[in-house]
């Protein structure tokens, strides 16, 4: 049964930081890019940044370059996702999800397979 389960949301101040993960099982991890999207209250979906399976090339979305770097460890199946300089705009429902590919783009949603239930992140004062 493929699984991928994030955590790491919660509630952060502006300018603040958190690290979300994503565990994955039940597919051959090695195979699959894996990439993190977004989605808040009345939007649209956004694709935020993602990983390829091989040689772990990274694709950022424009709004979070420089501010969040997304990584994998590919011994304990975990994708993360550090997010720094947080802004109240990045609050939203963050999910992770699986392509079998060897690279991604964060545009590319329609590509992955597996989702995630997501993590919330609310950036607030």
């Known amino acids: 049964q493929v699984q991928l389960v994030e955590s790491g949301g919660g509630l952060v101040q502006p300018g603040g930081s958190l690290r979300l993960s994503c565990a994955a099982s039940?597919?051959?991890?090695?195979?699959?890019?894996i990439g993190w999207f977004r989605q808040a209250p009345g939007k649209e979906r956004e694709g935020v940044s993602c990983?390829?399976?091989?040689?772990?090339?990274?694709d950022y979305a424009d709004s979070v370059k420089g501010r969040f770097t997304i990584s994998r460890d590919n011994a304990k199946n975990t994708v993360y996702l550090q997010m720094n300089s947080l802004k109240p705009e990045d609050t939203a429902v963050y999910y992770c999800a699986a392509d079998r590919s060897s690279w991604c783009l964060v545009t590319a949603g329609g590509r992955f397979d597996y989702w995630g239930q997501g993590t919330q992140v609310t950036v607030s004062s």
């Open positions: 039940g597919f051959t991890w090695d195979y699959y890019a």
């Open positions: 990983i390829g399976s091989s040689d772990g090339s990274t």
